[in-house]
């Protein structure tokens, strides 16, 4: 079935080239095989294979370290690509492009030489940690601790959660408090790059001071592992905090809020990509088909829902659009991103659960495609910061900028 493009207004043709290559990707290798790879929650190894040969983990890493250089608008959209085909695959990449994103704007030149070209080409894959058992949203409350033993070290100690890609990745940007006794907490933290030894690993287990458990059972978003992670005594060179140790101690959580922006921009992305398939599957079922001896698309109940996500995929799209837009001519988005990540995972949600409706008791079996997408839009509404986070965020940022 015919996908609904993406809007051509201010699009180059390198861009649209791309996005269609990425789109035969996802209707060819992704969908056909997401299905199995859902169910028996594995990942899909042979997917991330092809994703590297076609260069898409270096989509934003500059030319000159191995990359395609290509912006941030140009990833919002491939993203959507991916995560119409199964939102899995777009976790797969998240979290490296924001350690990408990280490293290209905090980072030194050394550290840019160092990881930038193998993660160009995924030989080596970054992971993003924040969250911790006990902290929620408060990213400011963490208790994972890093304190200097010798000039050349830092040790870690603390333990992370849901960390997307915490076992496949061989880095991990992690945050974590460097200097307890700051009343201001946010000025009291470090991004630390954290690397396991001996590169890409097949399972559990752990290493010199940091421990992977067995990932951690989901109801969607299968095939991408989420992961705890326990560092006990892990010792990170002082040349390993982003940015330097002079230029980057306590500086983390600015850093961290910052590539947050980006993370949004992409959790509305794919929000975008799971309300666009679910419309998709919405409008080849209704046409397919009958009851009263008419397809029920002719009923005008059914016309009214395709015609609310039709108009929500639509909205979600450009709003978060133009917050990449935004980041990429170096105007601050947080309220942009936030609106975004809010309307398009809302709008993600409302799709998926209306097509659902649509296809009636055929959408509760997993045999229908509809039935993946119900337990992967969840997702949408708590990564990144939840939908009531965004509103504290959005609502917070309006008053900022229209202060009496």
């Excluded at 939102?87 to 924001?98: D, E, L, Q, R, Y």
Aim: hydrophobic residues 40%.
């Amino acid at each position: 079935m015919a996908v609904a493009p993406s809007p051509s207004s201010g699009i180059t043709e390198d861009q649209q080239a791309i996005i269609e290559m990425v789109r035969q990707f996802t209707d060819e290798q992704i969908i056909p095989n997401a299905e199995h790879f859902d169910h028996a929650d594995e990942y899909p190894r042979e997917i991330v294979d092809q994703m590297k040969e076609l260069g898409l983990f270096g989509i934003t890493v500059p030319e000159e370290y191995g990359g395609l250089g290509l912006d941030l608008t140009t990833y919002t959209m491939v993203v959507e690509e991916l995560a119409r085909g199964w939102i899995s695959i777009s976790g797969v990449i998240n979290t490296h492009f924001i350690g990408i994103y990280l490293l290209l704007k905090f980072g030194t030149e050394e550290q840019k030489q160092r990881f930038l070209p193998r993660m160009a080409t995924g030989e080596i894959r970054a992971a993003f940690s924040l969250s911790e058992p006990e902290l929620g949203s408060d990213v400011q409350a963490i208790k994972t601790a890093g304190k200097k033993v010798s000039d050349t070290h830092y040790e870690i100690n603390g333990q992370k959660m849901w960390v997307t890609n915490g076992l496949q990745s061989d880095l991990v940007f992690l945050l974590a408090k460097t200097d307890p006794d700051n009343p201001k907490r946010h000025a009291a933290m470090t991004c630390f790059i954290t690397e396991k030894a001996g590169g890409v690993h097949e399972n559990e287990g752990d290493w010199k001071g940091l421990i992977v458990p067995p990932q951690l059972k989901k109801m969607g978003y299968k095939g991408v592992e989420s992961t705890e992670l326990v560092y006990d005594g892990y010792m990170c060179p002082v040349e390993n905090i982003l940015g330097g140790e002079d230029a980057g101690l306590n500086k983390g959580f600015a850093q961290m809020m910052d590539a947050l922006e980006v993370g949004r921009v992409n959790v509305a992305a794919r929000g975008v990509g799971i309300a666009q398939r679910a419309l998709e599957l919405a409008l080849k079922y209704s046409q397919e088909r009958k009851t009263f001896g008419k397809p029920i698309c002719e009923h005008q109940a059914i016309q009214f829902k395709l015609a609310d996500m039709a108009t929500q995929v639509d909205a979600a799209r450009l709003m978060t659009l133009r917050a990449a837009r935004m980041k990429d001519e170096g105007i601050r988005s947080d309220l942009e991103a936030g609106m975004a990540k809010l309307f398009a995972s809302e709008a993600g949600r409302f799709c998926v659960e209306e097509s659902f409706r649509i296809h009636g008791g055929y959408g509760y079996s997993k045999e229908y495609e509809i039935e993946r997408l119900y337990r992967d839009a969840p997702l949408l509404l708590i990564g990144e910061g939840t939908s009531e986070i965004q509103r504290m965020v959005i609502g917070k940022k309006l008053l900022e900028r229209h202060k009496l």
